[in-house]
T-cell receptor, first 114, second 112 residues
Framework: DTAVSQTPKYLVTQMGNDKSIKCEQN?????MYWYKQDSKKFLKIMFSYNNKELIINETVPNRFSPKSPDKAHLNLHINSLELGDSAVYFCASSPVRIGTDTQYFGPGTRLTVL | AQSVTQLGSHVSVSEGALVLLRCNYSSSVPPYLFWYVQYPNQGLQLLLK??????LVKGINGFEAEFKKSETSFHLTKPSAHMSDAAEYFCAVGRSQGNLIFGKGTKLSVKP
């Protein structure tokens, strides 16, 4: 059983399009995250949800909108895609929302904007 | 503000040699520190974490790290490198808000 899963694994699209990435965790965790990994492999937090409540929103353009329908799912919708949005997006989850807990990462979604 | 610095974006060792990947942190509060590994085209996997219980932390795959407060360091070591250790390694500090702040990563290459 995959603990944290993401769909799709690869996403290739044109500038200006709108796309969504889905994430699901079956670990029973309360907290979920979206991280962005750029072309230089640098990882940065984008959003965090705890029990469906937005906790962290780190200076991300408002073209990015996370949605958490329940605590097992965290989706990321991106409007008006730009070239600079090309990156690998990782979903992660942890039992609680403090910095001591192990975070479990999904396999990533590689987004390419043409 | 908390931060992590990884010295050396690329480290190359021979198979069987010692692996040493360096990480220094900056934190005004007692830090919670992690090492994650990322194999090509995969997600991140936890190697080990420091949460103040013991300064020498043992992880998976023979890796360990030592927390040194006086040096603000949390270097990752493995006595004998294996070809399968070739990957990207990330040091991270946990924030009270819950997310991780990552270093820029160190790519480990292992030569036969």
């Amino acid at each position: 059983d995959t603990a944290v899963s993401q769909t799709p694994k690869y996403l290739v699209t044109q500038m200006g399009n709108d796309k969504s990435i889905k994430c699901e965790q079956n670990l029973g965790h309360d907290t979920m995250y979206w991280y962005k990994q750029d072309s230089k492999k640098f990882l940065k937090i984008m959003f965090s949800y705890n029990n469906k409540e937005l906790i962290i929103n780190e200076t991300v353009p408002n073209r990015f909108s996370p949605k958490s329908p329940d605590k097992a799912h965290l989706n990321l919708h991106i409007n008006s895609l730009e070239l600079g949005d090309s990156a690998v997006y990782f979903c992660a989850s942890s039992p609680v929302r403090i910095g001591t807990d192990t975070q479990y990462f999904g396999p990533g979604t590689r987004l390419t904007v043409l | 503000a908390q931060s992590v610095t990884q010295l050396g974006s690329h480290v190359s060792v021979s198979e069987g040699a010692l692996v040493l990947l360096r990480c220094n942190y900056s934190s005004s509060v007692p830090p919670y520190l992690f090492w994650y590994v990322q194999y090509p085209n995969q997600g991140l996997q936890l190697l080990l974490k420091y949460t103040s219980a013991a300064t020498l932390v043992k992880g998976i795959n023979g890796f360990e790290a030592e927390f040194k407060k006086s040096e603000t360091s949390f270097h990752l070591t493995k006595p004998s490198a294996h070809m399968s250790d070739a990957a990207e390694y990330f040091c991270a500090v946990g924030r009270s808000q819950g997310n991780l702040i990552f270093g820029k990563g160190t790519k480990l290459s292992v030569k036969p």
